[in-house]
């Protein structure tokens, strides 16, 4: 399984971004993903995730402002970023996982940076 993220970047305080999150592979139909972020020196936490049939969970930090959807005919995950604030900074990470069997498989993609500066 390989995921491809996309659409960090530079974004004022107050302003919105929207990051993209593709997955290819054999990808059971049921299925979680995800987006977690890392700022410096900071640990990886979960900001969103959403199952195959479509139950979100959020971060307490960013309900209310950040929104996860999916296209799962297309596997992708979206995640629209509202009001972002500068402690919102962080590189983002998309993560997709199920099981198969007895295994669970848990696939991460590259990073994308969101810098949130004026």
């Known amino acids: 399984v390989q995921l491809q993220a996309s659409g960090g970047g530079l974004v004022q305080p107050g302003g919105s971004l929207r990051l993209s999150c593709e997955a290819s592979g054999n990808i059971e139909n049921s299925n979680v993903m995800g987006w977690h972020r890392q700022a410096p020196g900071e640990r990886r936490e979960l900001v969103a995730s959403?199952?195959?049939?479509?139950?979100?969970l959020y971060a307490d930090s960013v309900k209310g402002r950040f929104t996860i959807s999916r296209d799962n005919a297309k596997n992708t995950a979206y995640l629209q970023m509202n009001s972002l604030v500068p402690e919102d900074t962080a590189v983002y990470f998309c993560?997709?996982?199920?099981?198969?069997?007895?295994?669970?498989?848990?696939?991460w993609g590259q990073g994308t940076l969101v810098t949130v500066s004026s």
């Open positions: 993560n997709l996982g199920f099981h198969r069997g007895l295994n669970y498989f848990d696939s």
């Open positions: 959403m199952t195959s049939s479509g139950s979100a």
